[in-house]
Structure formats: C-alpha cells, structure tokens
C-alpha cells in the first residue's frame, strides 16, 4: 500500500493505525483487551527501533467498533501509560479493515535530541 508503520522527523515519531493482526492472524478475536495489549506490544517495538520508548508517547488515537467497550480499551491504555498519562482520543468506527479488528492505535511519540 506504500506506507511506512512509523515515522521519524526530527524528534517527532508518528506511529500510523495499528492493528492486532499477526502476520495473516488476527490476535485476540473476539477480545478487545486482549487487541489492544497486542497493539501496545506491537508499537512499543517499533518505537524501541526508532531509539525511543513508550514513555516519550504524547498522544494516543484509539478507534473501536463498539464505544461500549471503551472500558478495555482504556483498561489496556492505563496499563501501558498509567503514569505518562499522554492526551488521548477514542472514537467510535463503523468497522476496521477486516472484521475480526476490534480496536486501531495510532500514536505520537516526541524524544529529546
């Protein structure tokens, strides 16, 4: 599709949608929480290889199929950001890319020079 999972520009990293697919395998189907604490991994080892970490995350965009569910997904967020806190968004989809995905992350990442 011609996109990059992560940026870097300058001290700026911006991490596109990310989803709880493996390869060809959707993780957690059917699990909420357990998609998004798949995700957090996911885009914890993309910010590592960018030479920053989850505690340089500024913002969060999370994008569920059903606001209902909003618990798990901020119970999985405080679990990685508890004490970071960055500004977050959760809004509600009509669907993902496929429809086992319950949950998309996208974030923002800003580290020292």
């Known amino acids: ?3 990059s999972r992560a940026v870097k520009i300058g001290n700026i990293i911006e991490v596109a949608g ?3 697919m ?3 395998i959707v993780v957690g189907k059917g699990d ?3 998609q998004a604490k798949f995700i957090f991994g996911k885009i914890e080892k993309v910010l590592q290889q ?3 970490s989850m505690q340089d995350v ?3 965009r999370m ?3 059903n606001i209902a569910d909003w618990e798990l997904a901020g119970k999985a967020h405080g679990e990685f950001f508890a ?3 960055p500004v977050a968004t959760m809004v509600e989809v009509r669907r993902l890319i496929i429809e086992d995905l319950l949950i998309e992350i996208e974030l923002t990442a800003v580290i020292d020079l």
């Open 63 to 65: 994008y569920v199929t």
């Open 18 to 20: 990310t989803t709880a």
């Open 83 to 85: 004490a970071i806190k």
């Open 58 to 60: 500024v913002r969060t």
């Open 50 to 52: 960018l030479g920053a």
């Open 1 to 3: 599709m011609g996109y």
């Open 32 to 34: 909420l929480y357990a």
């Open 22 to 24: 493996d390869g060809e």
